[in-house]
């Protein structure tokens, strides 16, 4: 069964400080993996996406990784800022002929606040 | 800009009554779709559609139906044979793609609806 798991659930940090989110699939095949930014009662907007090949996408202050042998990625965001407070959702693509998001399965989400 | 505009925002419905979700988007893309999202869960599918005058039920298409007359326009209709229809409720479009690159999906605000 394809499924996406994101740990944790929930982080509270303090504003400038580095925190690392996780997402575990078993999406097959895969095809690409997405991490999308969600801020409360707005639709997702991507950030980041990373194929077969690609170990290390960053993006500003946020990095993705990608290990597809034991399909983990991670999103490190740096320096966190106030507006980085937000639903981090990992999308996995499935490799589908029809290109459509009836291939894609979506993550539960990692809620981040940044206190000040 | 291009985009995908919901409408509304917010919208309140009695118990009983149908209420039909706009979906608009002018970024040329063939296929859409509806998810729903509650607290604390990742986006479930409802319906989607990757041409004109056809779609497909997703994963939780039961007391939901949909119509695609037009390439820009995917509207919902939450019937009353919804149990429990209050969600944030999200479209998306995509880009009919082939091949490995897989696709984004362009999602637009969402639309929360509450029953009453």
């Known amino acids: 069964k394809n499924q996406v798991e994101q740990s944790p659930q929930s982080l509270i940090i303090l504003e400038g400080k580095n925190c690392t989110l996780q997402c575990n699939y078993t999406v097959s095949p895969f095809s690409n993996l997405r991490w999308y930014k969600q801020d409360t009662g707005r639709g997702p907007v991507s950030l980041t996406i990373m194929t077969f090949s690609e170990n290390t996408k960053s993006n500003g202050r946020y990095t993705a990784t990608l290990d597809a042998d034991t399909k983990q990625s991670s999103l490190h965001i740096t320096a966190s800022q106030l507006s980085d407070s937000a639903s981090y959702i990992c999308?996995?693509?499935?490799?589908?002929?029809?290109?459509?998001?009836?291939?894609?399965?979506f993550g539960k989400g990692t809620h981040l606040i940044i206190q000040p | 800009d291009g985009g995908i505009t919901q409408s509304p925002k917010y919208l309140f419905r009695k118990e009983g009554q149908n209420v039909t979700l706009s979906c608009e988007q002018n970024?040329?893309?063939?296929?859409m779709y509806w998810y729903r999202q509650d607290p604390g869960q990742g986006l479930r599918l409802i319906y989607y559609?990757?041409?004109?005058?056809?779609?497909q039920k997703g994963d939780i298409a039961e007391g939901y139906s949909v119509s695609r007359e037009k390439k820009e326009s995917f509207p919902l209709t939450v019937t009353s044979a919804q149990k429990n229809p209050t969600a944030f409720y999200l479209c998306?479009?995509?880009?009919?793609?082939?091949?490995?690159?897989?696709?984004?999906?362009?999602f637009g605000q969402g639309t929360r609806l509450t029953v009453v």
């Open positions: 998306a479009s995509t880009p009919k793609v082939h091949g490995d690159r897989g696709t984004e999906a362009f």
């Open positions: 559609s990757q041409i004109v005058n056809d779609f």
């Open positions: 970024l040329n893309h063939d296929a």
């Open positions: 999308v996995v693509s499935r490799f589908y002929s029809g290109g459509g998001a009836d291939g894609l399965t």
